[in-house]
């Protein structure tokens, strides 16, 4: 009787659990479909928008641009992207995997000379058990993206690169490719990089209003705000695949 009882619990158990994953399942689905429809919208005119400011980049010999100034690094920021919580397969594990290999590379500096902006509680605490700087607190806004929250971020870090206080940016986070998909990405953010032009690339004749220069002036913060903003709703789009798939 006593194991009766005990298969019995086990079964109650099993079924408990089917039921919580199932629904954890359903709210992740509900909210990567929003998320989906949002970097869907964000790819094509961020893109469109890069390829824009790359082009004046390319073409303009004499850039006025403090954000696209190479020079020699002696302190590095790296804005990471995690979750707040578990239940997402290896996702936070990626992230943190990755911090550790990309503040390695940084680490002749000194540990004290890289600073990590974690949006998310996972990568932050994975920052404190690296012995790195946590710059901010970002865990109130890592689950919903928003506009405004990137832009202010990414003006403190224009800000500080500006002034010389930090020679380098570096963001870490996941792309999205398909519900059963995500990558983890680790580019430059500042200073921007325009990419290198393709061999037979066609030329675009641009008429510039009122001129390159002050267009360009204008244009690469925006570039920059929204790279940022979307970087972070590629992150939670991840997220949400990945912890629909760890919930099947």
């Known amino acids: ?32 479909r929003k998320t989906q429809n949002i970097i869907q ?25 403090p ?7 002696q302190r590095v920021a790296i804005v ?3 979750s707040n919580s578990s239940l997402a397969g290896r996702f936070n594990e990626n992230i943190s995997g990755k911090l550790e290999e990309v503040a390695g590379k940084w680490l002749s500096l000194g540990k004290e000379k890289i600073v990590v902006y974690p949006v ?3 990568v932050a605490k994975a920052t404190r ?33 500006r002034k010389g206080t930090i020679d380098r940016v570096e963001l870490i986070y996941h792309h999205f490719i398909s519900k059963g998909s995500q990558v983890v990405v680790h580019e430059p953010f500042l200073p921007f990089e325009p990419k290198p032009r393709e061999t037979g690339e ?33 992150s939670v789009t991840s997220e949400h695949a990945a912890r629909m798939t760890a919930m099947q």
């Open 41 to 65: 919208n964000l790819y094509p005119y961020a893109g469109k928008l890069s390829q824009l400011l790359e082009h004046f980049l390319h073409d303009e010999q004499d850039n006025p641009s």
């Open 67 to 73: 954000f696209t100034q190479q020079r020699p690094v």
């Open 202 to 234: 066609a030329m675009l004749d641009y008429i510039v209003e009122p001129d390159t220069e002050t267009i360009m002036l204008q244009l690469i913060p925006k570039v920059l705000k929204l790279k940022l903003f979307t970087a972070h709703v590629d």
């Open 80 to 82: 990471a992207f995690s």
């Open 129 to 161: 058990k690296l012995g790195l700087t946590v710059q901010g607190n970002y865990n109130d806004i890592s689950e919903k993206p928003r506009y405004q929250d990137a832009q202010k971020i990414a003006a403190e870090l224009m800000g500080l690169y």
């Open 1 to 32: 009787m006593a194991e009766l009882k005990e298969i019995k619990s086990r079964i109650q158990s099993v079924k408990s659990t089917q039921k919580i994953t199932s629904a954890m399942m359903m709210v992740s689905s509900a909210k990567l």
């Open 120 to 122: 998310g509680e996972k």
